[in-house]
């Protein structure tokens, strides 16, 4: 088993953040997406399931089962694609009104690495760590076209 974790900061409240997050309509066709279903369940409820298509680096499906989700805290949730299961845990914390950090936690089981020709679980890594910066990219965009409070 391989694991991995970081943190991304974001010039952005944490609301807004954790809304931009688990809005699949926002990532749709974005980025390192092509399509993105809920397949089963209601969106964001634990057994729920999305169906997410990449296409880089990888074109492939990945099948995702929401595990936990707490508003405005955390996401668990297992991804099963290419042979390996990946548990993530993303986590928000507050760090100021304009500021929020993001831990990332993945754990990775299996191995597809011989059928590649090359190790996978890299790869998973550092598109994840992509993602994340991509994500605190549009946050910050986001939250600098908001209108402040009075």
């Known amino acids: 088993m391989q694991s991995f974790d970081f943190q991304v900061v974001l010039n952005c409240p944490l609301e807004l953040a954790f809304a931009l997050y688990t809005d699949i309509d926002r990532w749709r066709n974005r980025h390192l997406f092509g399509d993105i279903q809920w397949a089963k369940g209601d969106p964001w409820k634990e057994g729920s399931r999305l169906r997410i298509e990449t296409t880089v680096p990888l074109r492939t499906t990945v099948d ?3 595990q936990r989700f707490a508003p405005n ?3 668990t949730y297992l991804s099963h694609v290419l042979g390996i299961t990946c548990e993530t845990r993303v986590t928000f914390i507050r760090v ?3 500021q929020t950090a993001i831990n990332v936690r993945m754990e990775l089981v299996g191995r597809l690495s011989r059928s590649l020709g090359f190790a996978i679980e ?3 890594e550092r598109t994840t760590k992509r993602f994340f910066d ?3 990219k549009d946050c910050e965009s986001v ?3 908001r209108p402040t409070k009075p």
């Open 122 to 124: 890299p790869l998973i």
């Open 64 to 66: 995702q089962v929401v």
């Open 134 to 136: 991509e994500f605190r």
């Open 96 to 98: 100021s009104d304009q």
């Open 143 to 145: 939250a600098r076209d």
């Open 73 to 75: 805290e955390n996401v």
